[in-house]
């Protein structure tokens, strides 16, 4: 059968087998069913809409909240023979007025659109004269109020069940925490649809995270021991830090470049291409950059700061190694960032609930960061799955030492108690170190018998024994009190000696080893192979500048590993790999069958 999904697949996507749920969601909306689908980035979830938007007649209405992107993805699609085009605010009047006549034509299989413009009456009026196949509403979680990537006019967009009952409508998120999902249910009216949800689980993300010194510089040696040459994404909090951190970058032989909202839109759009469309750029930005990014090869994701939530978080780290193959989420994260943090929500001009929600968020945060047990069994528990220690994060691959912490715990609560549960940590570790400040001394906090108490243990010491006690709940950070530290009703038990306390041994932070260039992608491959995966990326740079799109949407990194493994003879050989369709066989096999034979 010509048309069916797995024909489609195969044919013109050029892979074998549908993965996961991907077959039931594409046969449940390719029959007219709602869907609400809850994967991971990088499993798969386009193909859950573009493949029953070929499969169905009429046009396939994508709804994607960045316009920067529309371009890449429409693009992609077009190497592989599929008619695709976008609607936004980029077009020219006549651009427009000729993408809307084919629209309504149904000469177009696909149409991306904003969903600003598709709640325009103009598009909607479009629409309800077209052929339509379905609706895909991607990145679903933007209608989450309480959520990381709000955007307002999701909301709206239960018009689709209203003006288009008889449409097919399928929803699409990463980010699957219970709330998030009930929300998406209720306000797209998505009542009646079937829940298509799996595991959140990316196993080929290794998590790290390490304790905040000097943050740019632990980057730098982040960078040059395991990425040296690597497209990767650095978050950070402020617009200011994320300017000085690729200028610092660049300084160092690092092509890096800046993106955040105080940026020109024409700055940002220019530096998000370069980020798409060259090899080994690194981009520093704020949580403005990276919603829907499609680059597959991003083999990291730094954060110089402590996310918001795990969801932020895993929205994040998320967008590294979307082709499957090695990438690193690493963070460095300090004391400073869990004051800072706490700041910001408690100065917001939310209400009480909103406070309430986004402090539990933070906590749960922290408590992922301060976990001495395998950092991806916090994450996936945070979402509502069991699971067991991957083996490939931190903590699991170089497990901490849990030591008796309570005698320095009862130290700290003793001196945050007797120094009045007002002053932040950096004075009260002063104390604690018997640190004659003259702060220490205007407070006459010499008189103290908590004074030099903990002068065995650094400075940096303490502050991680602070970062813990505040995780375990233990103390907590009050702005009311200008940041001070105040003890919980937790507290109290540790005091009195009733509650043992354990810590992770403390251990100076280690530079990032060097090492080879490229391991991540290459470290499986014969040394054979890899001189010939290095030349057919440079093929594939070449042929992406020819053609105008990036490099990633001639091929993906993991399918030039297999062509270098396998060395196809011939047309047929090379059909067999994945990432191959009839499209691309044509109009590149020839090419690289000729340079393996070089």
């Known amino acids: ?174 980010t699957a925490d219970r709330q998030t999902r009930a929300e998406i249910i209720a306000r797209l009216q998505l009542q009646e649809a079937r829940v298509f949800a799996t595991s959140v689980d990316r196993p080929n993300i290794r998590y790290r995270v390490v304790e905040k010194a000097t943050a740019r510089t632990q980057l730098l040696h982040f960078i040059r021991g395991e990425h040296d040459g690597d497209a990767g994404i650095v978050y950070c909090l402020s617009r200011k830090k994320v300017e000085e951190t690729a200028e610092f970058l660049e300084s160092q032989g690092i092509s890096a470049l800046p993106y955040h909202a105080g ?24 949580i403005a950059f990276g919603m829907g990014i499609d680059k597959p090869d991003v083999r990291f994701v730094a954060h110089l700061d402590l996310p918001k939530s795990i969801e932020g978080y895993y929205q994040e780290t998320g967008r590294a190694g979307r082709d499957g193959l090695p990438a690193n989420a690493w963070m460095t994260y300090g004391l400073q960032d869990v004051v800072q943090l706490r700041r910001m929500i408690d100065e917001s001009e939310g209400d009480d609930d909103y406070k309430r929600i986004q402090i539990a968020k933070l906590d749960a945060m922290l408590g992922f960061c301060e976990t001495s047990d395998c950092r991806r069994v916090r994450m996936l528990a945070y979402f509502g799955e069991q699971s067991t220690p991957c083996g490939n994060c931190d903590t699991c691959l170089n497990p901490p030492v849990s030591v008796d912490g309570t005698i320095a715990m009862q130290q700290l609560l003793s001196c945050i108690a007797r120094t009045g549960q007002r002053f932040g940590a950096m004075h009260v570790i002063d104390v604690l170190l018997g640190a004659e400040t003259d702060k220490v001394l205007h407070w006459r906090h010499t008189e103290l018998s908590t004074f030099g108490i903990g002068r065995e243990r650094p400075a940096q010491e303490w502050r991680a024994i602070v970062r813990q006690g505040i995780a375990m709940g233990f103390m907590l950070v009050d702005h009311d009190q200008f940041g001070g530290l105040r003890l919980t009703s937790a507290a109290r038990a540790v005091l009195s000696g009733a509650q043992r306390v354990q810590l992770r041994e403390w251990h100076k932070a280690e530079r990032a080893k060097k090492t080879k260039r490229g391991s991540l992608v290459t470290a499986d491959l014969p040394m054979e192979s890899v001189s010939v995966f290095e030349r057919l990326r440079a093929w594939r740079r070449d042929t ?18 297999e062509i270098a493994r396998s060395r196809p003879a011939s047309l047929n050989d090379l059909r067999g790999i ?21």
């Open 1 to 174: 059968m010509k048309n069916s999904p797995l024909h489609i697949l195969q044919s013109i996507f050029g892979y074998p087998a549908f993965r996961g749920h991907q077959a039931e969601v594409i046969d449940h909306v390719a029959a007219g069913g709602d869907a609400l689908v809850l994967m991971p980035t990088g499993s798969g979830k386009s193909l859950c809409y573009q493949v029953p938007s070929l499969v169905r007649d009429g046009v396939g209405v994508v709804v994607s909240p960045l316009i920067a992107l529309m371009q890449d993805q429409v693009a992609a699609l077009a190497e592989l023979g599929v008619r695709a085009a976008f609607l936004n605010s980029t077009l020219s009047a006549a651009e427009a007025a000729r993408t809307e006549q084919m629209v309504r034509h149904g000469e177009l299989d696909m149409v991306y659109v904003a969903p600003e413009r598709l709640l325009t009456d103009r598009c909607l009026t479009l629409l309800e004269h077209s052929p339509l196949a379905l609706f895909a509403i991607d990145e679903a979680h933007c209608v989450s109020q309480w959520g990381h990537d709000f955007r307002p006019e999701y909301i709206q967009l239960s018009v689709l069940h209203e003006r288009f009952p008889h449409v097919p409508r399928i929803a699409l998120t990463a």
């Open 263 to 286: 940026m020109t839109a024409a700055s940002r759009q220019k530096n998000q291409q370069r980020f798409q469309r060259e090899d080994g750029v690194v981009i520093v930005a704020t």
């Open 544 to 561: 992406a500048l020819e053609h105008g799109v990036p490099a990633y949407v001639i091929f993906h990194d993991a399918t030039l590993k």
């Open 578 to 598: 994945a990432g191959v369709g009839e499209r691309k066989l044509d109009a590149y096999g020839a090419q690289i069958l000729l340079l393996l034979a070089g």
